[in-house]
Structure formats: C-alpha cells, structure tokens
C-alpha cells in the first residue's frame, strides 16, 4: 500500500513569491494535518483538516492557508513568502477519529531566498 | 502551556543498549508517540503509548511511562548503525487535533 505522499520533493523560491504544495493520503484515510519543520527543531503544527473542513489551527499567519478536496488529499498554500519560511513541510494522515495515530509522509523542502 | 523537553544528543557504543528521555508538561496528554527521523527523510511512527500504560515492549523497542513524573523514555535494545537517527517525542490529548513534537534526539553510534 502507498504510503502519504507529497510533491513536490524540493522547492526554491523568493521573498514575496507564493508556494501551493501537495499531499495525498493513505488510501482510507480522510484527515490530514499539515506541520512544519525548521532546520535542528521538531515539527511544528500548522492545521489539520477531515472531511474537508479545517479541524485545528496552530500559531501561524493568515499567509497560511490550506483546503481539502473530496478525495481527501489537501494543499497548503503560503503567501508573501519570508527567509523564515524555509522548512521541511511535512502531511500527516489518519483515519480521521480523535487520537488517531498520524503517519507522516517524506515531506517538502522548500527554500526561501 | 504544552512542551515537550528531550535532551539533543546521545552516542551509544554499537551493540549496547540506548535510552532517550523526554519530559512534557501537558498532563492531560493521552497518547505519547516516539518518531525516527533518517537524514533527508520524513517521521517514521515507532511506536505509542496510551497514558493509562507503564510499559510497551515491541521487539527491540521498550518505551516506560512515569506519569506522575512526566516522563517518557525510550529504550532500543542492541543498537546498530542503522538506528541512527533523530528521536522524536511527542504527545497529543484525546481531542486534540495537534501533536507536539520536542526538539528531538540525535543517536549517533560509535563501533
């Protein structure tokens, strides 16, 4: 069975440029949650979608956005890019219940220059 | 506020046992994961633990769970060259939507 995955595998872009990235899910699998990981730190939350309604938000701009669509795989959009936004951008699936167990797939890097 | 603590390094000699230590200050975390993360490479789940357990063995792989304490741990028996890695903790409450990861452990293995 495929595992999540993501495209594209590496990105580079400029200040104020925008980003859309993708994700699919495992097969079954209806939630997806986005994360991002700066160089040397753990991941960190940035939304969660099921059924294409977004679940959970973290701390993060309105520059943000993402959206689900009916075969539940999702986008993540981010605007005006910053140097900061340089990350590992990785999805998360899961069944899509309370405490379901997120698997992660190998991730976007994107580079901001 | 929610944090999960873990100290940055750890170096085992090949063969030995290693344990990785992580703390975390949510106390109504329910689940408490432990990730691998290879260089380039996405999180790989190893294993979890629901909060109402003390111990989970998995072949190799031992976590215990001090819930009083707040901490968690890790144990990879028989380490090999090809556990290293960076070593993830993480917990997430029953209707939280989020996990929230600490800033992980380098395992490096001398031979």
């Known amino acids: 069975d495929a595992g999540v995955t993501q495209s594209p595998t590496h990105l580079i872009k400029t200040r104020g440029q925008h980003v859309t990235l993708r994700c699919s899910p495992i097969?079954?699998?209806?939630?997806v949650s986005w994360y991002q990981q700066v160089l040397g730190q753990g991941p960190q939350f940035i939304f969660q979608y099921y059924e294409k309604e977004e679940r959970g938000r973290g701390n993060f701009p309105d520059r943000f956005s993402a959206r689900q669509f009916p075969n539940y795989s999702s986008e993540l959009n981010v605007n005006a890019l910053l140097l900061g936004d340089s990350a590992l951008y990785l999805c998360?699936?899961?069944?899509?219940?309370?405490?379901?167990?997120?698997?992660f797939g190998p991730g976007t890097r994107l580079t901001v220059l | 506020g929610e944090d999960v603590e873990q100290s940055l390094f750890l170096s085992v000699r090949e063969g030995d046992s290693s344990v990785i230590n992580c703390t975390y200050t949510?106390?109504?975390?329910?689940?408490l994961y432990w990730y691998k993360q290879e260089p380039g490479a996405g999180l790989q789940l190893l294993t979890y633990?629901?909060?109402?357990?003390d111990m989970k063995q998995d072949q190799r792989l031992t976590v215990l769970l001090n819930k009083k304490d707040k901490h968690l741990s890790l144990r990879i028996a028989d380490t090999q060259t090809g556990d290293s890695a960076i070593y993830f903790c993480a917990e997430r409450g029953s209707s939280a939507s989020k996990i929230i990861f600490g800033s992980g452990t380098r395992l490096s293995i001398r031979p």
């Open positions: 998360a699936s899961s069944l899509g219940r309370l405490g379901d167990t997120q698997y």
């Open positions: 097969s079954g699998h209806k939630s």
């Open positions: 633990i629901f909060s109402n357990m």
């Open positions: 949510d106390s109504s975390s329910t689940y």
